[in-house]
């Protein structure tokens, strides 16, 4: 486009909260054939709640809770903020020697026991048995909760299902960039049962489960290497790599600093609808280039 068509373009973006860091940014989101948004935090509001406990035979919803928190109170992760949150009233134990297992989990000791909290994959190779309770986590799942499994000592104490609400435009910011020829994918460290769900209820064509931290630059190379004019839409620290691979890279202002630095783009009301709004502008910026 023509210097004087890209600031116009840009000025009107900064006007509406989208910021874009530069030219190029501008140019190839009038490219774009499909847009990549994360999970929680981009397509979610990011502040997920406890609505259900399931407590293992031989134990007690309280102590399933309590032996979570005891972990929890270490991580950053949205996940131990809900179940904080739900644990506030209760006596938390101490706890010694935390670790962030990245994409799975955390662990800590508590009085001489390693506490193991997150996913399936997690409990399934340290050799926990979910016995009695898998079918009731692919039930919470298949609803589109996140289960968290919680294990003291080798033996699972319960499930803690979660729920995040969906942000009120993703709906229709999927359905508008449909409307443009813009394929819609969702890439989330969560299951694929949970991340099938959310899916469903957006219409998101392409749903990318299970995938570690370290493999979501992998996955929009992949699309690239299929002939795909990727745009990723994040704003976790987890992001961060896939924001930088990605053709145009849009970061959600209300997400981290890691995020809006590897971001082309910046999306300052959080709203992903202004995705769309953003292609728009880049479009009838390159039309006035002719
Ligand atoms: P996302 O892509 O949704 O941000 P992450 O990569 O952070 O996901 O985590 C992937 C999965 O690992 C979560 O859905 C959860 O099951 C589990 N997990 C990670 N950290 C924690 C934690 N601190 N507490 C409970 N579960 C966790
Ligand atoms: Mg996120």
Redesign the pocket.
Known sequence: ATPMAVMVGTGLGAMNGILFKNAAALENATKLTVVVF???GTLTVGQPDVVDLVSAPGTDTSTLLATAAAV?KF?E?P??LAILKKSADLPVEHTVAFT?ID????RAELAGDTVL???RLLMESHGVDLAGLSQEAARLQGAGR?V?HVARAGRLLGLIAIADAVRPSSRDTIQALHKRGVKVAML????QATADRIGQELGIDIVLADV??GQKADKIRELQSQGHKVAMVGD?I?DAPALTQADVGFAIGAGTDVAMESAQVVLMKSDPFDVVGAIELSRATLRKMH
């Not at 989330?188 to 299951?191: A, F, L, S």
């Open positions: 994360d999970k929680t929890e991580s992760h996940l131990a962030n994409g799975q989990g955390a909290l997150g996913n996140t968290v989330t460290g969560d299951n570690l931290p976790g987890n």
